[in-house]
């Protein structure tokens, strides 16, 4: 299709209404990262309720529809940000996080991260098969929104958001008051060693593993079984020292050894999702070269409305400026430490890291966006790659021997660079999501790529004050003077202290190469299941399963399972997608819900300087059993709604 009129897309109220739902969205996606070490994917809530307002309004389309989701996708994903930003607080060199140096942190990666991301289109989104789970949703729910019985659906599809959101605030409302537990399990011992199995009890929980499907979940279960099935025991072998309590030791051991395993895992996975995707980012390029060639010589109305990308020169050229307000951040940022004396060779080295690791990240992201989707990918792998990659740089530099100060410094300036990269991951990992929907929704993609751009800025605007609302409410654990309700931040703790071990010398490379030895394994098998057709194994998935602690993964997994019965059972239904799509939009509400009560929660504490200012009693013996029996019922209550919804769908 050529010479065709664009529609009404990139417009001033769909501009607004994106930008609102990004203060809602990415709020809950901080407060959820920092929680559990996971976010969800905004597309699908987002074009819900686009739909439900624009049609207020005359003139409405699909594809201004989609730029909401888009810019609303986009500042959601990039709250991912959380997975490495508070390491610098952690690690003792902010107390707090600088607004405008966050924001330009935050921005100047998650633009680097569109950019590649134009090129990346043609070789991940239109020249492949990948599936873009959330993606291809996202583009349905639009076009029932858009089409015949499209009123109904959105009616339906909006209450089951809504009544998925109320359910799962109303648990850690009761949880807060007192009522009910938190999260139920223990620590057990295993021969003379031990182990331990928790599960948060949280809604949210099993949303996110209703939408990571089953191929996730049993992966994160194997994950699960290598670490506390098997490492964690032997390594806990022989019990604890003497004066320290069980608990304390097994706790100790995980954080300290088996995390450093599942680092090493995660990192021969991404290693591998790299290799597989070079020949198509070749192909890509060549394409959006011949594309620009045939814009300059016929003009843009020779080209398809929907390959009509931003130039590759603008893309360019944006990429390399982009390194001017790096370098200034980076040099700024390394006054007082032990890169300012050598500054112009450690500037020069951070800048080609930055630019060469941004290609390398959003491929692999995008990679795995398409694969398992965007609210599935464990990006923190890549993350702790990226980490490793510029701390082994600074370490060829500045060698080991350094003081304490001096190598809290470079750690830190480990950290930042790591945080413009990250930035660069988890908007290529979301982007190509948000660029399938376009695809199938007939967007002009140069104007998505913009939307794109927009919401990065307005996330980067958002991130910074609610990650400080969060750090003065409860703190990050480890860090100094983090109380007992300090959140976990699983994934900053762990590329902090990767950071923290190889600029400190202290850095068990055994533990990596274990790691990488399972994960080598884990790729083999996931090949010998595809090619004989049984199934698969994502490598991830297994290194998420190995790192994360079981409070975030067996509900997941639990969710997991529930959402391949309840697809099954939709499957045999009259409207098949229709019931299947009212699963998804339920399991969103869950995860919407759960965050979004916790982000008024900090804001209560914050108010009041008070952890227990929702308490109504200050001990009940019974919280537990009736946590779990009211959990219980809330997910069978859920689950009983999307398939009284899927029937009538």
Same mark, same amino acid.
């Given at each position: 299709?050529?010479?065709?009129?664009?529609?009404?897309?990139?417009?001033?109220r769909g501009v607004i209404l994106g930008a609102l739902l990004t203060v809602v969205f990415t709020a809950a996606n901080v407060y959820l990262g920092l929680r559990i070490g996971l976010t969800f994917a905004t597309s699908?809530?987002?074009?819900?309720?686009?739909?439900?307002?624009?049609?207020?309004?005359?003139?409405?389309?699909?594809?201004?529809?989609?730029?909401?989701?888009?810019?609303?996708?986009?500042?959601?994903?990039?709250?991912?940000?959380?997975?490495?930003?508070?390491?610098?607080?952690?690690?003792?060199?902010?107390?707090?996080?600088?607004?405008?140096?966050?924001?330009?942190?935050?921005?100047?990666?998650?633009?680097?991260?569109?950019?590649?991301?134009?090129?990346?289109?043609?070789?991940?989104?239109?020249?492949?098969?990948?599936?873009?789970?959330?993606?291809?949703?996202?583009?349905?729910?639009?076009?029932?929104?858009?089409?015949?019985?499209?009123?109904?659906?959105?009616?339906?599809?909006?209450?089951?958001?809504?009544?998925?959101?109320?359910?799962? &605030?109303?648990?850690?409302?009761?949880?807060?008051?007192?009522?009910?537990?938190?999260?139920?399990?223990?620590?057990?011992?295993?021969?003379?060693?031990?182990?331990?199995?928790?599960?948060?009890?949280?809604?949210?929980?099993?949303?996110?593993?209703?939408?990571?499907?089953?191929?996730?979940?049993?992966?994160?279960?194997?994950?699960?079984?290598?670490?506390?099935?098997?490492?964690?025991?032997?390594?806990?072998? %022989? $019990?604890?020292?003497? %004066?320290?309590?069980?608990?304390?030791?097994?706790?100790?051991?995980?954080?300290?050894?088996?995390?450093?395993? $599942? &680092?090493?895992?995660?990192?021969?996975?991404?290693?591998?999702?790299?290799?597989?995707?070079? %020949?198509?980012?070749?192909?890509?390029?060549?394409?959006?070269?011949?594309?620009?060639?045939?814009?300059?010589?016929?003009?843009?109305?020779?080209?398809?409305?929907?390959?009509?990308?931003?130039?590759?020169?603008?893309?360019?050229?944006?990429?390399?400026?982009?390194?001017?307000?790096?370098?200034?951040?980076?040099?700024?940022?390394?006054?007082?430490?032990?890169? &300012?004396? /050598?500054? %112009?060779?450690?500037?020069?080295?951070?800048?080609?890291?930055?630019?060469?690791?941004?290609?390398?990240?959003?491929?692999?992201?995008?990679?795995?966006?398409?694969?398992?989707?965007?609210?599935?990918?464990?990006?923190?792998?890549?993350?702790?790659?990226?980490?490793?990659?510029?701390?082994?740089?600074?370490?060829?530099?500045?060698?080991?021997?350094?003081?304490?100060?001096?190598?809290?410094?470079?750690?830190?300036?480990?950290?930042?660079?790591? /945080?413009?990269?990250?930035?660069?991951?988890?908007?290529?990992?979301?982007?190509?999501?948000?660029?399938?929907?376009?695809?199938?929704?007939?967007?002009?993609?140069?104007?998505?790529?913009?939307?794109?751009?927009?919401?990065?800025?307005?996330?980067?605007?958002?991130?910074?004050?609610?990650?400080?609302?969060?750090?003065?409410?409860?703190?990050?654990?480890?860090?100094?003077?983090?109380?007992?309700?300090?959140?976990?931040?699983?994934?900053?703790?762990?590329?902090?202290?990767? /950071?923290?071990?190889?600029?400190?010398?202290?850095?068990?490379?055994?533990?990596?190469?274990?790691?990488?030895?399972? $994960?080598?394994?884990?790729?083999?098998?996931?090949?010998?299941?595809?090619?004989?057709?049984?199934?698969?194994?994502?490598?991830?998935?297994?290194?998420?399963?190995?790192?994360?602690?079981?409070?975030?993964?067996?509900?997941?997994?639990?969710?997991?399972?529930?959402?391949?019965?309840?697809?099954?059972?939709?499957?045999?239904?009259?409207?098949?997608?229709?019931?299947?799509?009212?699963?998804?939009?339920?399991?969103?509400?869950?995860?919407?819900?759960?965050?979004?009560?916790?982000?008024?929660?900090?804001?209560?504490?914050? /108010?009041?300087?008070?952890?227990?200012?929702?308490?109504?009693?200050?001990?009940?013996?019974?919280?537990?059993?009736?946590?779990?029996?009211v959990f219980g019922g809330i997910v069978a209550y859920a689950y009983w709604r999307m398939r009284r919804d899927g029937k009538s769908a």
């Open positions: 299709m050529t010479g065709t009129a664009s529609p009404r897309e990139l417009t001033v699908i809530p987002a074009a819900v309720i686009s739909m439900a307002v624009l049609r207020a309004f005359s003139g409405t389309t699909i594809q201004e529809n989609n730029i909401v989701q888009t810019i609303a996708s986009s500042a959601g994903t990039l709250s991912a940000i959380v997975f490495v930003l508070p390491g610098l607080v952690m690690v003792g060199w902010w107390a707090d996080f600088p607004y405008w140096e966050s924001v330009a942190v935050i921005a100047v990666g998650g633009i680097l991260g569109v950019m590649y991301s134009v090129p990346l289109r043609r070789a991940l989104v239109t020249g492949s098969d990948l599936p873009y789970p959330e993606g291809v949703a996202a583009a349905e729910v639009l076009k029932v929104g858009a089409g015949v019985g499209g009123e109904e659906e959105n009616r339906k599809g909006l209450a089951a958001v809504t009544a998925g959101g109320l359910l799962a &605030a109303f648990y850690p409302l009761l949880a807060k008051m007192k009522l009910a537990a938190e999260e139920v399990g223990g620590v057990f011992k295993v021969g003379t060693g031990g182990s331990m199995l928790f599960g948060g009890l949280s809604l949210a929980l099993v949303g996110v593993g209703h939408l990571v499907g089953i191929a996730v979940g049993l992966a994160m279960l194997v994950g699960i079984i290598i670490s506390f099935g098997f490492l964690l025991p032997q390594f806990t072998a %022989g $019990g604890p020292p003497v %004066g320290t309590e069980f608990a304390d030791f097994v706790g100790t051991v995980f954080r300290q050894k088996i995390r450093f395993i $599942g &680092a090493g895992t995660i990192g021969v996975a991404a290693i591998w999702t790299l290799l597989r995707v070079i %020949g198509p980012i070749v192909r890509g390029v060549t394409a959006a070269l011949a594309a620009n060639k045939a814009r300059k010589g016929q003009g843009i109305e020779s080209l398809a409305l929907t390959e009509r990308d931003l130039p590759i020169g603008i893309v360019g050229g944006t990429i390399l400026l982009s390194m001017i307000p790096i370098a200034l951040l980076l040099a700024d940022f390394a006054v007082g430490g032990p890169v &300012a004396g /050598a500054l %112009g060779m450690t500037l020069i080295a951070s800048v080609i890291y930055v630019l060469v690791a941004g290609i390398v990240i959003a491929s692999v992201c995008g990679y795995m966006a398409g694969l398992i989707g965007a609210s599935n990918s464990p990006i923190s792998g890549v993350g702790i790659l990226a980490a490793l990659g510029i701390s082994l740089l600074l370490l060829a530099l500045f060698g080991q021997g350094g003081s304490e100060e001096d190598t809290k410094a470079l750690v830190a300036f480990a950290l930042f660079v790591t /945080a413009i990269v990250f930035g660069v991951a988890t908007i290529s990992n979301d982007n190509l999501q948000d660029l399938k929907t376009g695809q199938l929704v007939g967007a002009t993609p140069w104007r998505q790529q913009i939307a794109l751009v927009l919401g990065v800025i307005f996330g980067a605007l958002v991130i910074p004050p609610i990650l400080d609302l969060l750090n003065s409410t409860f703190g990050f654990q480890g860090a100094p003077g983090a109380g007992e309700n300090a959140l976990s931040a699983p994934q900053a703790a762990l590329i902090s202290a990767i /950071a923290q071990g190889v600029l400190g010398g202290s850095l068990d490379w055994n533990l990596v190469g274990l790691g990488a030895a399972i $994960g080598a394994g884990v790729v083999l098998v996931d090949e010998l299941l595809k090619r004989t057709g049984r199934g698969s194994l994502p490598p991830l998935a297994v290194g998420m399963g190995m790192y994360l602690p079981t409070q975030v993964t067996m509900l997941v997994i639990v969710g997991a399972v529930l959402g391949h019965l309840y697809n099954r059972w939709a499957s045999r239904q009259s409207a098949p997608d229709l019931a299947e799509r009212m699963g998804v939009l339920t399991a969103t509400g869950l995860i919407v819900g759960d965050s979004l009560f916790n982000i008024a929660y900090a804001a209560i504490v914050a /108010a009041t300087d008070n952890p227990d200012a929702l308490a109504v009693v200050d001990g009940f013996g019974a919280s537990l059993p009736l946590g779990v029996a």
